[in-house]
């Protein structure tokens, strides 16, 4: 934080008059356990201490990140930069779902760059996003992952009414892009759509379901056909959301997508293809996190 | 004399009678079908618009265009087709889209349609994957067919492929699949007549069609290859 107000509620591209950006680097220390070896978190984020929690790895630190505007509004412009240390092991995570507010101009933007480097393991999993009516929201998710890393990321959205009406966002563009640190090109799943386009509810595009979640794990080949395994025992045969499983290019890892009749489903689903990942990369089972 | 030539040519490569392998592709229909998302015409119909407006337009027509544009430059050729690549997510809709572009170079390398031959050796050699779009910018911009003339044989063979596996899997007759065609037509003009968005803000947007390609992985009962 810059030591001056900020009223929770405001963009922050509105108060400060500039894109924000936030930095986070973890580092592991010499008896094994990761720490923020640096960081810069300027309004609207606020992070708290890391956390060691029963059931995870040993050192892994989970760190919660919540937002003070209450989520994202009109002209926020948000950069986080996530660099993960070699050896270290992190699980990124927020609070609370973040709110995509109604804009009467303009559009919110948020990219997210994640490197991680040699042995680190990597979880970024944030709550969903929930795009309210006349929203306006670019969302990139960039990562570079070193051959020997492991990363689980996962991202999803619901539409929500508050008024209770039928109102749709105007406009939802996301972006996740993978890659090793030289550049070379794993993965990309680019998608542009609208609001009314989600209200036609398709078969093909979204069928009858209002929330969405992506899923992808990068664990190298030998990992590829158990994760594939897990996933499609965990959630392929689930009635309470459409998924599938993937192995994607070269296999360097497996790609999820899902598709949910709500948040609920679509949080319980998100919640089991972790857990599965995370037994699999390091054989315990974690404790599910208090939100 | 010059127009009809291209009207034929068009016919000639827009024609399902060209054995172009895009009848072994269902791009998730097979499944949708077979759990019950797609149970009618009518859900054929809005499937087959669904396609066109979230996929075809924004990441198709895009990528063909560019490898249209890009003519004898081979390498330009290969970049666009890598980074299709690696748009497809899925093995199924990967795999498909490589196994169709390779078919289609196949047949135009046997008729010695200008730069196919070439283009093949290139993805026999691994060094390009042969994506369907990007191989029909190719070898349509090799027989002269027109940029609009390619971008429409495109739309037009995407619906005839999706009403085709409709009808092989006994949801529609012959006569709802040229219903279906007739209706695509003012939604295939509609979307020829939008700018083309250039290939690096390519995006798709299906992610039911994408999904049931995921879970065809491991159907037991496939007509199509995915």
Not at chain 1, 236 to 253: E, F, H, Q
Not at chain 2, 65 to 80: H, I, M, P, S
Request: glycine share 8%.
């Amino acid at each position: 934080m810059n030591g001056t107000p900020t009223p929770g509620g405001q963009s922050a591209r509105s108060y400060f008059d500039q894109p924000v950006r936030a930095e986070l680097v973890f580092s592991r220390d010499p008896v094994g356990r990761t720490y923020v070896s640096r960081q810069y978190m300027p309004y609207p984020f606020h992070i708290c201490r890391p956390l060691y929690i029963e059931h995870d790895p040993p050192g892994m630190a989970t760190l919660y990140v919540q937002s003070c505007a209450a989520g994202l509004q009109q002209h926020d412009d948000l950069r986080t930069s996530l660099v993960v240390g070699s050896d270290a092991q992190v699980h990124y995570t927020t609070a609370t779902p973040t709110i995509v507010h109604s804009m009467e101009e303009d559009q919110a933007k948020q990219e997210t760059w994640i490197e991680a480097y040699p042995e680190s393991l990597t979880e970024f999993l944030p709550e969903p996003l929930i795009l309210f009516p006349r929203s306006r929201l670019r969302s990139s998710l960039y990562v570079s992952a070193h051959e020997s890393s492991s990363v689980i990321a996962g991202e999803s959205f619901l539409l929500h009414d508050y008024s209770g009406a039928d109102g749709v966002f105007d406009w939802f563009e996301s972006e996740l892009k993978i890659q090793r640190p030289g550049g070379t090109a794993l993965a990309r799943d680019r998608f542009r759509i609208t609001g009314n386009l989600f209200r036609e509810r398709r078969p093909g595009v979204n069928g009858e379901f209002v929330a969405q979640g992506s899923f992808v794990v990068l664990a190298g080949e030998k990992f590829t056909e158990a994760m594939i395994g897990a996933f499609r025992d965990e959630l392929g045969s689930s009635t309470d959301v459409y998924a599938g499983v993937s192995a994607l290019r070269d296999r360097c890892g497996v790609w999820t997508r899902l598709l949910a009749p709500n948040g609920l489903a679509l949080r319980g689903a998100m919640t089991t293809a972790w857990v599965a990942a995370r037994k699999l990369l390091t054989g315990l089972s974690p404790t599910p996190r208090r939100k | 004399m010059a127009g009809e030539a291209a009207l034929l040519a068009a016919l000639q490569h827009g024609d399902s009678f060209f054995p172009s392998g895009t009848i072994s592709f269902s791009w998730g229909l097979e499944t949708l079908i077979a759990e019950g998302a797609v149970k009618s015409a009518a859900d054929v119909h809005s499937f087959v618009e669904g396609q066109l407006t979230s996929r075809w337009a924004t990441c198709d027509r895009p990528a063909l265009v560019a490898t249209y544009r890009a003519e004898d430059a081979l390498d330009e050729v290969a970049n666009v087709d890598i980074k299709l690549d690696i748009l497809a997510l899925s093995r199924e809709m990967r795999e498909g889209g490589r196994r169709a572009g390779g078919a289609l170079l196949d047949v135009h390398s046997s008729v010695n349609t200008p730069q196919a031959g070439a283009y093949r050796d290139r993805v026999r050699a691994g060094q390009a994957p042969g994506q369907l779009a990007a191989v029909q910018g190719l070898v349509w911009a090799g027989v002269k067919v027109g940029e609009e003339a390619a971008c429409a044989i495109s739309a037009h063979v995407v619906c005839t492929g999706f009403v085709g596996v409709a009808i092989r899997l006994g949801l529609i007759s012959h006569i709802a699949a040229q219903r279906i065609l007739t209706g695509m037509r003012p939604v295939i003009c509609q979307l020829l007549a939008e700018p083309i968005l250039p290939f690096d803000m390519a995006s798709a947007y299906m992610p039911a069609a994408e999904i049931a390609m995921m879970r065809h992985e491991t159907s037991q009962v496939r007509m199509f290859a995915n």
